[in-house]
C-alpha cells in the first residue's frame, strides 16, 4: 500500500519558518511535489523535486523563500519554509508522480497525501 504522510505544520508569525516532512511507504516515486489549498482557493502547486537527481523547481511565489529536498535513502521530502507570509496560510499537501520528471499540474500526480495545516499570522 503506498501512503504519503505529511508533517510539520502548525501556527506561526509572519516571518518566521516551518518545516515541513513527507514520509513515503509502498513505492518509489519519478518527482514529488508540494501543493497547497487556501480557503476558497484552488489547489495549487508550490515546489516539487525530480527523485533521481534532486532537481527542485518552484513557484514564482515562493522562489527565494522555499526549499524543496528529498532523502533517498529515507523516502522522505521536506519543504524549508522561511520568512513566511499570511499569504502561505493554506493546507499543505505532498503528492508523488510515477508518470513525470517534471510536472506543475495536479493531473501530473498519482498518489497524494493528506495534508497538512500552516497558518501564518500576520
Known amino acids: 500500500q503506498v501512503q504519503l504522510v505529511e508533517s510539520g505544520g502548525g501556527l506561526v508569525q509572519a516571518g518566521g519558518s516551518l518545516r515541513l516532512s513527507c514520509a513515503t511507504s509502498?513505492?518509489?516515486?519519478?518527482?514529488m511535489g508540494w501543493f497547497r489549498q487556501a480557503p476558497g482557493k484552488e489547489r495549487e502547486f508550490v515546489a516539487g523535486?525530480?527523485?533521481?537527481?534532486?532537481?527542485?523547481y518552484y513557484a514564482g511565489s515562493v522562489k527565494g523563500r522555499f526549499t524543496i529536498s528529498r532523502d533517498n535513502a529515507k523516502n522522505t521530502m521536506s519543504l524549508q519554509m522561511n520568512s513566511l507570509k499570511p499569504e502561505d496560510t493554506a493546507v499543505y499537501y505532498c503528492?508523488?508522480?510515477?508518470?513525470?520528471?517534471?510536472?506543475?499540474?495536479?493531473?501530473?500526480?498519482?498518489?497524494w497525501g493528506q495534508g497538512t495545516r500552516v497558518t501564518v499570522s500576520s
Open positions: 503528492a508523488g508522480s510515477t508518470l513525470y520528471i517534471i510536472s506543475e499540474r495536479q493531473s501530473g500526480y498519482d498518489y
Open positions: 509502498g513505492r518509489t516515486f519519478t518527482s
Open positions: 523535486i525530480t527523485w533521481t537527481t534532486g532537481t527542485p
